[in-house]
């Protein structure tokens, strides 16, 4: 099955939003084996949208188009959608009633102007909202199918889910394209090309590629096969042979951040930390607090971007200030000490370092020490981190939060 | 004059990576009045790149495509353009020494396979590479120009800058939009919407639009003129309207983020700032230490997501913990005392809350408490922030830099 994506809104072609619903989508079909095989981007504009549709359906089986839904004049995908495919409009008093509900609950009324949301192609299916008050429209022409959701990414995943990727899997019978992502960290990039060079150049089903950010490289492998089932007993030995591999550098074969995985880790283990952070300014913390449920393993964090709070607060010595200095190995590991202390934690993490793009406490941009202190053990790691201020912020918390994971792995001497 | 921006490469109908050049390249052609009326992306099939370029000429002027031009077999743009255009490739000396000095430089030989990049169509002109190794290709055919670039962003933004925009700039003539955004807090949208409506109903050049995103506003001008200065001629008036309108929730009309107009304020009033945290996990932390220099004015964050630690650490009272509790006006009070005793700061902001989707301390999801101390102000707000986790916890790091922001602009009591 042949999928194009369309997305549908001035704001994309004027460059002020990303087309982000178009990676999205692509991922999601990706993932149950439906290829895609264009994508469009059109203005806020009747003709040019009928014009992006018909084309569209001319080459693709189906066709999954985002945004100009809402109730506002500049909304036209339900006028182009009547052009391209000659359909009439009929008000459903089922949205109306649905409609004027969701405003009645939110203490306001309906503007006369949403009432055009209730209106559907006749002929045509909708799909209910239930953040949004745009329905989706699905839309059924000479054999293709074409589905219009609202742009608001949130309200567009939502359809997705709960509409169109059942569907489609369903259309798409059985055959699946299955992927599976192993995630390393604290190895070079080249070190895992290296590992896995015979494998990445061997294999075509499954495919092997990899890709690297900040601190981190992830190895993909997608198999495509019949159904879910079999593209899984293809991938399996190759996963087990790329974990093997590359051994203590993965940190989860699962769909989870490196966060995530430390969360897990410490949730399992019944240990709480503490961070006391410099130059990453409070991004430990930040990841560490993205997920709900963290306040049962995370206590807090220290920022402490000064030296006289790196003192007062954290009490790192004057000794250790005045000799090696802020970005030191002792400092880290006297900001992890304190921070374990402060917070009573069972395990704690100190870095410090130049963000840049200036030296700082006589070290150069992009020199960081990361410390681990718990009660049975001690651990610190330095480094140069490579790239511009963002990206030095980005390799330091994954150093710290590789150290944590590590610990929590009992493979620090590993 | 009308472009269209084309995206080559089967990553990118996978979803594994944005069309992230699309973006830019839209924005800077806007800038300098080029209309784009269409986004294209293709995999890296030859056919389909082919009927991709000539539906684009069929109704562009201008097209500009990026990806596809690297040394291996999955790189098929050069082909695709033979075939869409008729064109026949010739090797140019000079770029095969440019590559073979790169190869030389970085101490390496240059496999053959990279000789490629040194044919270009005949009759076509090239634009030599700085950073990487692949030339961009400049075709004119029947009146239409299309420019091919590398989809390395790095390399796509070098061309663009050094010879694509130049040159459209050119031949786009004396004409010449021009944007300006207000960003404004503190204010609903539909506050927004109502306090503008006749001016986003009267004025089409310049034009008045307005996006809102978690706790802020953005009101964005644009104007079409014949030159850069009569562009800017007709926004003034308007821009000085919209601001008078909006009057203290404006808080830049630059392009700078709210805590970057945090950090000028308190640069330029000599004051240093902490934060005490909790359902924001050092968020206002992170994003006040994103500027280079930051140092000069931010001193550290307390981020304690415990109660024990809001206790022990930010010395938070314990009636207030056993009355109130965590999440109330008093602690939020007690929590930026706090930090601005353990950092010896001028000014502090506390926050605390329920992000959810949990309830926290007896207080609902998106229950949220922000407080400012300083030795001349005292001051807290409270609000329900809407949306998920991620949504509240925006929504709390905005109010607690708008605090800020009133204290320093001395409009705290406005």
Chains 1, 2 share one sequence.
Not at 245 to 258: I, N, P, Q, Y
Not at 394 to 406: F, I, K, N, T, V
């Amino acid at each position: 099955m042949r999928a194009e994506v369309v997305g549908i809104g001035t704001e994309i072609l004027l460059g002020q939003i990303a087309n982000s619903n178009a990676q999205w989508i692509s991922e999601r079909l990706a993932e149950i084996g439906v290829d895609v095989l264009h994508h469009q981007a059109v203005g806020d504009n009747v003709d040019r949208i009928a014009d992006v549709f018909r084309l569209a359906l001319s080459r693709a089986d189906v066709v999954i188009a985002t945004g100009g839904l809402g109730p506002t004049q500049d909304d036209v995908t339900r006028e182009a959608l009547a052009v391209a495919l000659g359909l009439e409009f009929a008000r459903h008093p089922e949205i109306e009633d649905f409609l004027r509900e969701k405003f009645r609950s939110l203490g306001r009324s309906m503007p006369d102007i949403n009432l055009v949301q209730a209106d559907v192609p006749v002929g045509c299916r909708y799909i209910m909202p239930e953040r949004g008050t745009a329905p989706g429209l699905v839309c059924e022409h000479e054999g293709k199918r074409l589905y219009v959701v609202p742009g608001v990414p949130a309200e567009m995943r939502e359809m997705m889910h709960g509409t169109i990727l059942p569907e489609l899997g369903e259309l798409a019978g059985p055959s699946a394209l299955v992927s599976r992502v192993l995630r390393a960290t604290g190895i070079p990039e080249s070190k895992v090309a290296e590992l896995l060079d015979d494998l990445f150049r061997a294999s075509t089903n499954p495919s092997v590629a990899y890709l690297a950010s900040s601190g981190e490289v992830k190895v993909r492998l997608s198999a495509k096969a019949a159904s879910r089932a079999d593209a899984d007993e293809l991938i399996r030995p190759l996963a087990d042979e790329v974990e093997r591999r590359l051994g203590a550098a993965v940190f989860t074969t699962g769909d989870e951040e490196l966060e995530q995985a430390v969360g897990r880790l410490l949730k399992a283990a019944g240990k709480r930390v503490a961070c006391a952070e410099s130059l990453t300014g409070g991004g430990v913390a930040k990841r560490l607090t993205q997920s709900p449920g963290s306040s049962d393993y995370f206590l807090g964090s220290a920022v402490c971007y000064s030296e006289e709070a790196k003192h007062s607060v954290l009490g790192v010595s004057e000794e250790t200030l005045e000799g090696p200095g802020v970005v030191s190995e002792e400092c880290a590991r006297e900001m992890a000490a304190g921070a374990r202390r402060i917070f009573d934690a069972d395990v704690a993490v100190g870095l410090t370092g130049a963000a840049g793009p200036e030296s700082h406490g006589g070290a150069p941009p992009g020199q960081v020490w990361v410390a681990l202190d718990a009660e049975d053990a001690q651990e610190a790691r330095g480094f140069r981190a490579p790239g511009d201020r963002e990206q030095v912020m980005r390799w330091s918390e994954q150093a710290a939060l590789d150290l944590l994971r590590r610990y929590l792995q009992d493979l620090l001497r590993a």
